[in-house]
């Protein structure tokens, strides 16, 4: 760092972030509402909470009526030129779980540290996350654990091990949120939600003197600079080193729309192209299946490609979504066609067996609920899919066991739990940093990699903005 630029970043921290912390101000309206001052996240954690699955547009409309800033508007002193410039050392952009992780790592360096986040509130699909029982990570042996990250499992694996699920139950606890383990080893916070774990954080991270502005968009550089839209206008930061966090291109609405995506392109680094993971599948369901709308189908076993999955898939009325379909997502964007085994605990043997002792009067529908107890969606499900061509009764084991299902493919991307593709392994060194772009580093789900459900998702998320956070406090302390 030059001693001009040193001058300049300490003009700049006395203008910009001496004055006074976090001030939250939330609108009137939401006053009104709470009758008291609620930090924004919070409030727009009870809206996530409220609203039913398919019902948070409203969510996110009425969350953004929410005025939200942090600290006093900051700009250089010296004239229409540099209107509206500030200079930061460190800054991070984007407020969900791997920004602030990278955000805490500066800051417990010794830097002043801007986070820059585009929505009126911090971490809202972490908060969404929350909302279903936020799975934190998975209590598996750290190889077991590795393999959910496919490829990716080799260019994660330092990253991981620094930051595993021991690391981030410690982390959990450390904020004073207990956890436990479910039946699966899935690891939840005891109260299952996303806020109080996010309340202690963000607490934590005011007291190490982390500045979190609101509203503040970033656009792409202006020569070297940070260039953000803000409700009060352009800001452009010039910072000593960047941390980008700026999530994948699923539920735009809670923030991770993918526009950064240009910004890279324009500066020539390496970009996979986005895809969905963990997505739901579409169905152009018969009337007939209406009546199952909202059902589960449990205890069965889906197969794509060589990908096979136990666990559960709900029947909706855009087709099958939840867990158990998730992690076939890469095969089924690979084309794989999809089948399930109604009856998994049943080897084929003996189902046929079973099927050929049925009285000839007894339809299979009757057979299928009396004596495989088979419940009615599962039943609907089979009627469904071999609608207009009934197998032969020789056939039925099999087609019970291998069912194959009829989709019109993937849900669209918006949809989907995360997002496969972004800046690629290529594109970046071994401590997260753009090669082409020397102190700016990538962190999160906007790196290519995908995992399924399972808490894998946030365990790299945070892992990564860990290492991120590190990375950008060792190329400080080393060009400083
Ligand atoms: C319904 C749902 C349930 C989930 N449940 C789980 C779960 O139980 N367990 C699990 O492991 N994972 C879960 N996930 C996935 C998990 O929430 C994400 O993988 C994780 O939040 C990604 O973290 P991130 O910090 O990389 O990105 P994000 O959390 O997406 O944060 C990125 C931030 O960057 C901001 N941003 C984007 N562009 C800009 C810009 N130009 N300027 C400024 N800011 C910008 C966004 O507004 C956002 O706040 C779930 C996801 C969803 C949608």
């Known amino acids: 760092m030059d001693t001009q ?11 910009a972030f001496g004055q006074g912390g976090m001030n939250l101000f939330v609108a009137d309206l939401v006053q009104q509402y709470r009758g008291s001052a609620l930090a924004p996240f919070e409030f727009w954690d009870q809206m996530v909470q409220a609203a039913d699955p398919v019902g948070d547009w409203a ?24 209107k509206g410039t ?38 809202r699909k972490f908060l969404m996350a929350g909302k279903s029982g936020l799975n934190l990570t998975k209590d598996e042996p750290f190889e077991t654990l590795l393999r959910s990250y496919g490829e990716s499992a080799d260019w994660l ?3 991981v091990a620094d930051f595993d699920a021991v690391g981030v139950q410690e982390w959990a606890r450390g904020l004073g949120r207990e956890v436990f383990t479910g039946s699966t080893g899935r690891v939840f916070p005891t109260v299952m939600k996303a806020s109080p774990l996010l309340r202690a954080w963000l607490g934590r991270l005011e007291t190490a003197g982390v500045e979190i502005r609101t509203r503040w968009r970033w656009v792409g550089w202006v020569g070297d600079s940070l260039a953000f839209d803000t409700t009060d206008g352009r800001h452009v930061i010039a910072a000593d080193v960047t941390v980008l966090a700026l999530g994948g291109a699923s539920w735009a609405r809670l ?25 739901a599948l579409s169905v152009d369901w018969s009337h007939h299946m209406q009546p199952h709308f909202g059902a589960a189908l449990k205890s069965v076993r889906w197969a794509a490609g060589d990908v096979q999955s136990r666990g559960e898939a709900t029947i909706s009325a855009k087709g099958l979504e939840g867990g158990g379909l998730y992690s076939l997502t890469p095969a089924l964007r690979n084309g794989a066609p999809l089948t399930v085994d109604l009856v998994p605990d049943l080897d084929e043997n003996a189902l046929q067996a079973r099927l050929s002792s049925r009285k000839a009067k007894t339809t299979l ?11 009615p969606q599962k039943i609907a499900l089979f009627h469904e899919m071999v609608k207009g061509g009934p ?21 669209p991307m918006d949809e989907a739990i995360s997002t496969a593709g972004g800046v690629t392994r290529a594109a970046l060194n071994d401590g997260l940093m753009l090669v082409s772009m020397p102190g700016v580093f990538c962190a999160g789900e906007m790196l290519d990699w995908e995992a399924p459900t399972g808490g894998y998702l946030l365990t790299a998320c945070l892992a990564s903005g860990r290492w991120a956070g590190k990375s950008a406090a060792d190329w400080l302390r080393r060009v400083a």
Request: net charge positive; hydrophobic share 45%; proline share 8%.
């Open 255 to 279: 923030g991770s729309d993918g526009h950064w995506a240009r910004f890279l392109r324009d500066k020539g680094v390496g970009l996979a192209p986005f895809a969905p993971a963990n997505s």
């Open 365 to 375: 529908s009757q057979w299928l609920k009396k004596s495989l107890h088979l419940p």
């Open 59 to 82: 969510v996110t409309e009425r969350a953004d009526r929410i005025t939200v800033r942090h600290g006093n508007h900051k700009v250089a002193p010296d004239g229409a030129e540099r």
């Open 86 to 123: 500030a200079m930061a050392q460190a800054v991070v952009i984007g407020a969900g779980p791997a920004g602030l992780m990278a955000a805490e790592e500066l800051a417990s360096a010794g830097h002043d540290v801007l986070v820059a986040e585009a929505k009126p509130s911090v971490a």
């Open 5 to 15: 630029g040193f001058d300049r970043i300490e003009l700049a921290r006395k203008l």
């Open 391 to 411: 197998p032969k009764p020789e056939e039925w084991a099999g087609v019970f066991k291998r069912l194959p299902i009829r989709h019109s493919g993937l849900r």
């Open 157 to 159: 694996r330092p990253i």
